[in-house]
């Protein structure tokens, strides 16, 4: 999944403010979140929508957001 990312980035298609690795990590735990809430209730939603949304609102947020600069006195 990084390496996919950093090509994005490499393309222009995602922008470079934040790592790949960082990036990568993120859509990791969106997507773990989503597979273990689903699998305490498969009836809750459905995750091939739900999933296909999420990705789609994370994306849209990197390319739309500038990076959230770490505090270093905390």
């Given amino acids: 999944m990084e390496g ?3 090509a994005a980035q490499r393309g222009g298609e995602l922008p470079r403010r934040l790592p790949a690795r960082t990036l990568a990590l993120s859509l990791y735990a969106l997507l773990d979140g989503l597979l273990v ?3 305490f209730d498969p ?4 995750l091939v929508t739900v999933g296909a949304q999420a990705i789609d ?5 990197i390319a ?8 270093s006195a905390g």
């Fill in 43 to 46: 009836r809750g939603f459905a």
């Fill in 64 to 71: 739309a957001q500038p990076a959230v600069q770490s505090d």
């Fill in 4 to 6: 996919l990312l950093r």
């Fill in 37 to 39: 809430n689903w699998l």
């Fill in 57 to 61: 609102a994370f994306l849209r947020g």
